[in-house]
Nanobody
Framework: QVQLVESGGGLVQPGGSLRLSCAAS????????IVWFRQAPGKEREGVSC????????YYADSVKGRFTISRDNAKKTVYLQMDSPKPEDTAVYYC?????????????????WGQGTQVTVSS
């Protein structure tokens, strides 16, 4: 069973930067694709980004494209979400999850393990 632990959340000012981490353990063979989600109070869960097992393919939600960057270090079994120029509307609990692969419906279904989430608050 894969276990995921998110970290790096906190308070950041609009226009600042923050890096989230998703540390994985328990991969039996090849690492999975990793998806970042977020959920703000009173809103539906939103897919933020996906990265393939090799790191060679990435997907982003339109709302974060050009501001967030997903990356991974398979030697450390860690996926990162670099948040640059965050906006107040990026405030949410951010979760990571495993998926077999990204693909065009990377945000929709097929998630096998979830982390506990890390709170990100964007405010001045």
């Amino acid at each position: 069973q894969v276990q995921l632990v998110e970290s790096g959340g906190g308070l950041v000012q609009p226009g600042g930067s923050l890096r989230l981490s998703c540390a994985a353990s328990g991969f039996s063979s090849e690492p999975n694709a990793i998806v970042w989600f977020r959920q703000a109070p009173g809103k539906e869960r939103e897919g933020v980004s996906c990265i393939s097992s090799s790191g060679g393919t990435t997907y982003y939600a339109d709302s974060v494209k050009g501001r967030f960057t997903i990356s991974r270090d398979n030697a450390k079994k860690t996926v990162y979400l670099q948040m640059d120029s965050p906006k107040p509307e990026d405030t949410a609990v951010y979760y990571c999850a495993t998926r077999f692969r990204c693909g065009s419906l990377w945000y929709a279904f097929g998630f096998s393990s979830w982390g506990q989430g890390t709170q990100v608050t964007v405010s001045s």
